[in-house]
Nanobody, 127 residues
């Protein structure tokens, strides 16, 4: 079983920054993906940034590429998302998630492939 607990959300003005953290506990194999997803109000959940644990590759949605950075601290068992140059369109509930499949790299941002989910943390960006 895997437990994921997000923190670090909040309200910020456009152009500001936030750093989200996800505490990961339970059994985590050396393969699969960990990632960040978001669900804006009234919209479907979408992939934001993920990392393939086995090879260390990172993947980003086009909407956040160049502004967000995903990182993993294996000593602290945490997953982070540094978000810079935030815009109102980034307003959403942000979730940490885990896909244990070693084939996750073929579609690393596909929401339906992720099995374990945290409860989410709200990010609100005002103009």
């Amino acid at each position: 079983q895997v437990q994921l607990v997000e923190s670090g959300g909040g309200s910020v003005q456009a152009g500001g920054s936030l750093r989200l953290s996800c505490a990961v506990s339970g059994y985590i194999s050396i393969q699969g993906c960990l990632g960040w997803f978001r669900q804006p109000p009234g919209k479907e959940r979408e992939g934001v940034a993920t990392v393939d644990i086995g090879i260390g590759s990172t993947y980003y949605s086009d909407s956040v590429k160049g502004r967000f950075t995903i990182s993993r601290d294996t000593t602290k068992n945490t997953l982070s998302l540094q978000m810079n140059d935030l815009i109102p369109e980034d307003t959403a509930m942000y979730y940490c998630a885990r896909n244990p499949s070693r084939f996750c790299r073929t579609a690393p941002l596909r929401t339906g492939d992720y099995i374990y989910w945290g409860q989410g943390t709200q990010v609100t960006v005002s103009s």
